[in-house]
């Protein structure tokens, strides 16, 4: 089964940057989409971005869009998260995920319901 396992987080001022990344292992080439969730204490585990793992399409939370970016690297099995800009509200455990087509051939980007396979979290905190 595919593997995933999040770093990168850490403690950082606002409107500085952080970059999450995603080490993927196993069967690789049945991933369709990955993305990132956020939770935060107390919060349902929310989305932030995606991406095909093939690379190419993206889609965003409105609360990113233009902050953050996400980025697949295929030959080292890896999927990036680079966060700019950031602010206090952005502080949370930040979840990767990974999913598989479903029976009819499709795949909602911003439901947890889409992703089979989940990493452990990696807490980013964000300072004001």
Same mark, same amino acid.
Do not use: H
């Given at each position: 089964?595919?593997?995933?396992?999040? +770093?990168?987080?850490? !403690?950082?001022?606002?409107?500085?940057?952080?970059? !999450? =990344?995603?080490?993927?292992?196993?069967?690789? +080439?049945?991933? %369709?989409?990955?993305?990132?969730? !956020?939770?935060?204490?107390?919060?349902?585990?929310?989305? @932030?971005?995606?991406?095909?793992?093939?690379?190419?399409? $993206?889609? #965003?939370?409105?609360?990113? /869009?233009? &902050?953050?970016?996400? =980025?697949?690297?295929?030959? /080292?099995?890896?999927? #990036? !998260?680079?966060?700019?800009?950031? /602010?206090?509200?952005? $502080?949370?455990? %930040?979840?990767?995920?990974?999913?598989?087509?479903?029976?009819?051939?499709?795949? %909602?980007?911003?439901? &947890?319901?889409? %992703?089979? #396979?989940?990493?452990?979290?990696?807490? @980013?905190?964000?300072?004001?």
């Amino acid at each position: 089964q595919v593997q995933l396992v999040e +770093s990168g987080g850490g !403690l950082v001022q606002a409107g500085g940057s952080l970059r !999450l =990344s995603c080490a993927a292992s196993g069967p690789t +080439s049945s991933i %369709y989409g990955m993305g990132w969730f !956020l939770q935060a204490p107390g919060k349902e585990r929310e989305f @932030v971005a995606a991406i095909m793992w093939s690379g190419g399409r $993206t889609f #965003y939370a409105d609360s990113v /869009k233009g &902050r953050f970016t996400i =980025s697949v690297d295929n030959a /080292k099995n890896r999927l #990036y !998260l680079q966060m700019n800009s950031l /602010k206090p509200e952005d $502080t949370a455990v %930040y979840y990767c995920a990974a999913g598989r087509l479903d029976y009819i051939g499709s795949f %909602y980007w911003g439901q &947890r319901r889409s %992703y089979d #396979y989940w990493g452990q979290g990696t807490q @980013v905190t964000v300072s004001s």
